[in-house]
């Protein structure tokens, strides 16, 4: 079933005008938004006990720099079904596998033409690297569709941002590794968690997927199932 369609259909069929039904919606006479998907089979634990946003959860709100596209991506004005992950450009195992396989979600949804109901949100944690140019060098390494144009590589402004919204807000723990402050900058690098959230319009997360390799096909699945459902 729609829910949005429902929801109007509540309003308008019982002859409640629009700003009295949003306002019943805002004050909390409504129902708080749920997920669509059925519980995971393989979550461990209950999400309240795992440390980033999990089944049932509500996703916190960021707003990060996408630098290829000149402006801030702020998931509060976002109504789209989203998949938000962490990563770093140098990472030579863990990303490449988990962007690979994301981008390959990416090309399942353009398939199905869902592409204006879905968007990618991939922040890197270690923006002194992961410039502009290193960004899309990256993507189109790693095959990601910038002309579908709902792919956005997310850069905080340093790396104290990056640690406040990945690692503490999103729970997408890292850690820098190796060389020291004064060190050459392309002597460390991260141990991390692998983590991949998906969230319905209603801001509330359906999966988080806790590994670098996904299944794409059932990431898709469940991406559809999501978008179909609103």
């Known amino acids: 079933m729609n829910r949005r369609r429902y929801l109007q259909s509540v309003c308008f069929g019982a002859g409640v005008g629009t700003a009295g039904c949003l306002k019943s919606m805002v004050s909390g006479d409504s129902a708080a938004p749920e997920p669509v998907l059925d519980p995971p089979t393989n979550q461990q ?6 440390p980033y946003p999990a089944y049932g959860e509500r996703l916190p ?13 702020d998931t509060a004005d976002l109504d789209e079904t989203l998949l938000v992950t962490g990563f770093f450009a140098t990472c030579p ?4 596998s988990l962007i690979s396989r994301l981008t390959n979600v990416q090309a399942g949804v353009v398939d199905e033409g869902l592409t204006d109901r879905t968007r990618f949100l991939a922040i890197t944690f270690d923006p002194e ?3 502009a140019e290193t960004l899309r060098a990256y993507g ?3 095959n990601v569709d910038f002309e579908a144009g709902n792919w956005h590589f997310l850069r905080p402004a340093s790396a104290d941002r990056a640690e406040a919204v990945v690692d503490e807000r999103l729970g997408i723990t890292f850690d820098r590794v190796g060389a020291g402050e004064s060190s050459r900058l392309t002597e460390y690098d991260f141990v991390h968690l692998s983590v991949t959230v998906l ?4 801001g509330i997360v359906e999966r988080a997927y806790r590994t670098d390799t996904p299944d794409p096909e059932r990431v898709r699945s469940d991406v559809s199932a999501v978008v179909d459902a609103y």
Not at 45 to 50: A, G, K
Not at 63 to 73: E, F, M
Not at 93 to 96: D, F, K, P, S
Not at 199 to 202: E, F, Q, S, T
């Open 45 to 50: 634990f209950d999400s309240e006990d795992i």
């Open 61 to 73: 709100d960021f707003a990060v720099p996408d630098p290829l596209r000149g402006r801030t991506v």
């Open 93 to 96: 195992a863990e990303c490449l």
């Open 129 to 131: 690297r992961d410039d």
């Open 140 to 142: 189109e390494r790693m």
């Open 199 to 202: 969230r319905n319009p209603d």
